[in-house]
């Protein structure tokens, strides 16, 4: 028996797109606008990955220098002269917040007059210049937490609402044949695609960055627990 193959242009209709691009373009406007929102998400949050990450490479490697520096054995004072003058990393802007500090308070003499009192503003101006760096340097990462935990849902709703206009659609027409079905569900599945794909990589990077923000900002308190016990002895020896 001779089968007929029957094609979309037989029954009078047209041969769906099922690109990318073509089912954007079929699909209703609030799944295009999803889309869109969508699209936009996933390439803001690999612009923060790219800036994080080559930011967060660089003020280690900076940091790996400076703390080289500082325990070569030169005198604090010509390694904060230089230092201050183009701070760019936030361990030198710690060092420098303690030094200004310190030579606030020493006598004409070059004595400390009150240890005690020294020693909890240094710590409270390193703590605070600790905290507003690690700020700075985590600025946007909420960004990619946030398009992490929002985006499949986001997707989720274009996806319900693609399949409601296609529902919409079938009862219209009286027509559940799968090539009448097939583009509206392509097309709003796609929205949920798209939303795994924004999502994914946020996560991703969001517990990566984390775990690396978490490792600088503990090398942070490192190193203000062993500058605060340098300058004690400098406080002891000029106090004699």
Same mark, same amino acid.
């Given at each position: 028996?001779?089968?007929?193959?029957?094609?979309?242009?037989?029954?009078?209709?047209?041969?769906?797109?099922?690109? %990318?691009?073509?089912?954007?373009? $079929? @699909?209703?406007?609030?799944?295009?606008?999803?889309?869109?929102?969508?699209?936009?998400?996933?390439? !803001?949050? !690999?612009?923060?990955? =790219?800036?994080? &990450?080559?930011?967060?490479?660089?003020?280690?490697?900076?940091?790996?220098?400076? #703390?080289?520096? =500082?325990?070569?054995?030169?005198?604090? $004072?010509?390694?904060?002269?230089?230092?201050?003058?183009?701070?760019?990393?936030?361990?030198?802007?710690?060092?420098?917040?303690?030094?200004? #500090?310190?030579?606030?308070?020493?006598?004409?003499?070059?004595? %400390?007059?009150?240890?005690?009192?020294?020693?909890?503003?240094?710590?409270?101006?390193?703590?605070?210049?600790?905290?507003?760096? &690690?700020?700075?340097?985590?600025?946007?990462?909420?960004?990619?937490?946030?398009?992490?935990?929002?985006?499949?849902?986001?997707?989720?709703?274009?996806?319900?609402?693609?399949? &409601?206009?296609?529902?919409?659609?079938?009862?219209?027409?009286?027509?559940?044949?799968? @090539?009448?079905?097939?583009?509206?569900?392509?097309?709003?599945?796609?929205?949920?695609?798209?939303?795994?794909?924004?999502?994914?990589?946020?996560?991703?990077?969001?517990?990566?960055?984390?775990? #690396?923000?978490?490792?600088?900002?503990?090398?942070?308190?490192?190193?203000?627990?062993?500058?605060?016990?340098?300058?004690?002895?400098?406080?002891?020896?000029?106090?004699?």
């Amino acid at each position: 028996m001779e089968q007929t193959q029957v094609s979309a242009e037989t029954l009078g209709g047209s041969v769906p797109d099922f690109t %990318v691009w073509g089912m954007f373009w $079929e @699909a209703g406007i609030v799944v295009q606008l999803v889309i869109v929102l969508l699209v936009l998400a996933s390439v !803001w949050t !690999w612009a923060i990955i =790219f800036e994080k &990450m080559v930011r967060i490479r660089k003020v280690n490697s900076e940091a790996d220098a400076f #703390e080289e520096t =500082f325990w070569s054995g030169n005198s604090l $004072e010509s390694l904060y002269g230089e230092t201050k003058k183009n701070p760019t990393h936030p361990l030198a802007l710690v060092f420098i917040s303690a030094m200004r #500090e310190w030579q606030r308070s020493l006598t004409a003499e070059g004595r %400390v007059l009150d240890k005690l009192s020294l020693q909890e503003r240094i710590a409270k101006v390193m703590r605070v210049t600790s905290q507003r760096e &690690m700020e700075r340097l985590e600025e946007r990462t909420v960004f990619l937490a946030t398009v992490g935990s929002t985006a499949p849902f986001v997707g989720l709703f274009g996806t319900v609402w693609g399949i &409601m206009n296609a529902f919409q659609s079938i009862a219209l027409t009286s027509n559940t044949s799968l @090539a009448v079905v097939a583009p509206g569900i392509a097309e709003a599945l796609l929205a949920t695609a798209l939303g795994l794909v924004a999502a994914i990589p946020a996560v991703m990077a969001y517990n990566k960055l984390s775990g #690396e923000l978490a490792r600088y900002a503990a090398r942070l308190e490192g190193f203000s627990d062993e500058f605060q016990a340098v300058l004690s002895r400098q406080m002891d020896q000029r106090a004699h």
